[in-house]
């Protein structure tokens, strides 16, 4: 199971303001580009002004960055707009933000960078083993359980906490520990099923 399987309901809400963003000319790379520089922007500003009360973006910007994540896809399948360029920025561009996102909890954790840094690491590995599923003759894989939207609803949590009044503590270190069993767990099931899908082809 994983959050990703509820996209298709998402995108049936998001069409109708697809079509009009087409209509104006917007291009999904557009899209793209304007998401990957927000959420750098913003980790990179979490991470000089690590102040609680501004981790309350996080949530905020996940939510919405998931909803340019579908438009910019359905502007690309829907609207003609597929590009190998487009395919580079995606993929690129969302594990960029998603290592600058992270990292502002990395920064605050009391116990240390290493261990959210490995959840980083390990997480940026999953969407290559995702990706590595169209080199071998499959699909792009996005099983789960800890896939991209599974993250931004962990990551999203951790940052109302914190802006809450939240504090890391050592129990941070088990939160990390699990987490970087689930994307393991992930990673598994994504090469398992890429050379099953390319098996069957």
């Known amino acids: ?60 910007w996940f939510l919405l960055r998931m909803g340019l994540n579908a438009i910019d896809g359905m502007l690309a399948r829907e609207h003609g707009q597929k590009s190998i360029l487009g395919a580079y920025l995606n993929e690129i561009g969302d594990v960029v933000s998603d290592v600058a996102l992270y990292l502002p909890f990395a920064l605050i954790d009391p116990n240390g960078l290493l261990p959210a840094m490995a959840v980083i690491f390990l997480s940026a590995l999953t969407e290559f083993a995702g990706i590595l599923g169209q080199a071998v003759g499959a699909s792009r894989r996005y099983d789960g359980p800890l896939g991209k939207s599974d993250r931004a609803v962990l990551f999203g949590a951790l940052g109302i906490f914190v802006a809450a009044g939240g504090p890391f503590a050592a129990w941070t270190s088990w939160l990390w520990a699990v987490a970087a069993l689930l994307l393991v767990w992930t990673i598994i099931n994504r090469i398992r099923a890429g050379i099953r899908e390319a098996a069957a082809r």
């Open 1 to 60: 199971m994983s959050v990703y399987q509820l996209k298709s309901r998402f995108q049936n809400i998001l069409r109708p303001l697809v079509r009009a963003l087409a209509a104006r000319g917007v291009t999904a790379n557009q899209v793209t580009s304007v998401s990957a520089v927000v959420s750098i922007a913003l980790g990179l500003f979490l991470s000089v002004a690590p102040l609680p009360h501004w981790f309350l973006l996080v949530p905020v």
